[in-house]
């Protein structure tokens, strides 16, 4: 690892569960690689969101590496902190702490078509070369803040829920939060617990699944140890998400289970008839992520909790104000209002062969990368968990291995020499398909979500099963490819020819 040009194979940018996938994979096969993470600890998402309840809606079962399955998650869905030190655990068992270079944000990246070299920038201007590029700084890095009329003018604390202000103490206090995404449905019982008043300001109402959680005992502990256990367990979770979860995403007959569920919470959760009005949603369970949670009506349904729908008109210095003209005064302001999940890549700007920009030029009408991963005219770009990988049925920690083991077989055949992009014509006939597939899923039926862009396009879903998918990445097809045998320079003098992948 140094800063010397051409020292390094693989550049990842990243070390997330996806950064750190492909770090363990590139180190099992021998391939020199550093990691790039702005922050100085690794984890993503799990370092970063530390809100009171934070966890995942993901089952245990399928939420580490199948090379690495945990067998301590405490409980059905696990906790934050709890990822967070599987990933550690990880590092230190494959050895990856030598090549991670933490407090380093690549502002961005520009191919070198001459030498066959990415070179990388750093935002303290440092620069960096790797054959081969891997952004994994995921979809959900960026808070997203509203912007409300005066919301600077706030005297209060107002906070993110991605940025936590953990010496802040709501005991007592009279709290605002605005959203109800799968974050806020997560915070909002333990600020309710704590709090005089919560006001709830919810713009749309949410779908709720009943989470079955529980506490994992020696049975399950057993259970996790045997292959035969866990595999059975993985395979049962991940059936449910492929099977009848997907079903509710492309609206058949069997995602009316998911309905039957998601009106059973609401029914019985919420005694009130006008506060169940409010949470009763107007599209079908999908369109946006279910909430998957036993606490997070209860919370709603309590005495010092008000869920308040009508729009936000202005924050004024001692609260918010809505436009039916009521002013309610609050301590804190808690902003649950979600990620910049559409700007993928953002704030960096990678710079390709022809000198096209990827999200100025190449993405200017919202992201899309071929299964994901690769650009044409972006050679030896490999994105992880790019465009249209996300799910809302099924655990993306399978989607993020299909793809590393995808990038490796790739890398693999790169390491010679070379350069490989997808074919435009191949990319041009996978855009088309997935533009059709997902015009009938639920995610277009009429509501907003992170999943599109403001146009209305779905960038971050993929439309299909999980397994498809992993059918469809488990070996790079030579036909998508143009493969040059050699980088230019070397080609000017000896003649490379195009070459299939083998
Ligand atoms: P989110 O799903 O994007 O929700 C943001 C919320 O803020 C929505 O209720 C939205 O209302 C509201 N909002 C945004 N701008 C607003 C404005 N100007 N005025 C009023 N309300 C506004 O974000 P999130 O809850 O942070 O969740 C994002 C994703 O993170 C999830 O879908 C999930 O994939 C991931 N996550 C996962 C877990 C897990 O367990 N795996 C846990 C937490 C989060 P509208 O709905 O009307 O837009």
Redesign the pocket.
């Known amino acids: 690892m140094s800063d010397t040009p051409g020292s390094d194979q693989v550049a990842i940018i990243g070390a997330g569960f996806a950064g750190l996938c492909m770090a363990i994979r590139l180190t099992g096969a021998r391939i020199p690689f550093t990691v790039y993470e702005k922050a100085d600890d690794i984890g993503g998402v799990w370092r970063d ?1 530390t809100y009171p309840g934070a ?4 089952p245990s079962a399928l939420y580490s590496y199948s090379f690495a399955v945990n067998q301590r998650w405490s409980r059905a869905f696990p906790l934050q902190d709890e990822i967070l030190d599987y990933l550690r655990g990880c590092v230190d068992r494959y050895g990856l702490r030598p090549n991670l270079r933490f407090g380093t944000e690549i502002a961005g990246a520009r191919y070198d078509e001459q030498a066959g070299i990415w070179r990388l920038t750093a935002t303290d201007g440092r620069e960096f070369t790797a054959r081969i590029l891997v952004p994994a700084v995921g979809q ?1 890095n960026r808070p ?1 803040w ?1 912007d ?1 009329p005066g919301q600077d003018t706030f005297l209060g604390t107002a906070f993110h ?1 991605a940025r936590w202000q953990h010496d802040h103490d709501s005991t007592g206090k009279t709290v605002a939060v ?7 449905a ?1 915070f909002i019982p333990h600020l309710a617990a704590d709090a005089r008043t919560l006001y709830v ?1 919810q ?2 109402a949410n779908w709720v699944l009943p989470k079955w959680d529980y506490r994992f005992g020696t049975g399950h502990r057993l259970l996790f140890r045997s292959v035969i256990g866990r595999l059975a367990l993985r395979g049962l979770w991940f059936c449910f998400g492929d099977f009848v979860l997907y079903a509710a995403v492309r609206g058949r007959r069997l995602g009316r289970v998911v309905d039957f569920l998601c009106h059973r919470q609401l029914r019985t959760q919420i005694a009130d008839e006008s506060l169940r009005a409010k949470l009763t949603p107007d599209f079908p369970a999908g369109c ?2 279910i909430l998957i949670s036993d606490d997070y009506f209860p919370a709603l349904a309590r005495d010092n909790v008000e869920v308040i729908t009508e729009p ?1 008109a202005e924050i004024t210095p001692d609260g918010l104000r809505t436009t039916d003209g009521r002013t309610v005064t609050v301590d804190t302001i808690v902003y ?4 910049t999940a559409t700007e993928f890549l953002a704030p960096m700007e990678i710079v390709g062969r022809t000198g096209r920009r990827l999200r100025a030029d190449a993405w200017a009408d919202g992201a899309s990368a071929y299964l994901g991963m690769t650009v044409p005219e972006f050679p030896n770009l490999f994105l992880l968990y790019g465009p249209n990988t996300n799910l809302g049925n099924n655990s993306v920690v399978v989607m993020i291995e299909a793809q590393v083991r995808y990038v490796l077989a790739c890398v693999r055949r790169l390491r010679g020499a070379g350069e490989l992009e997808v074919d435009p014509a191949v990319f041009a006939r996978y855009q088309a398909e997935l533009a059709a597939a997902l015009h009938d899923t639920v995610w277009e039926a009429g509501c ?1 979500s ?1 999943y599109k862009t403001e146009s209305g396009r779905v960038t971050n879903n993929w439309p299909g099963r999980v397994i498809g998918y992993r059918g469809r990445t488990r070996c790079p097809t030579a036909t998508d490819f143009v493969l040059t045998g050699r980088p230019r320079h070397e080609r000017d003098t000896v003649a490379g020819q195009p070459e299939s992948m083998g």
């Open positions: 969101n966890g995942c809606d993901v959900l997203k509203p409300l829920s605005i959203g109800t995404g799968p974050s806020a997560q300001f713009r749309s946006k992520r936000i649950g209002t979600g990620f907003t992170w």
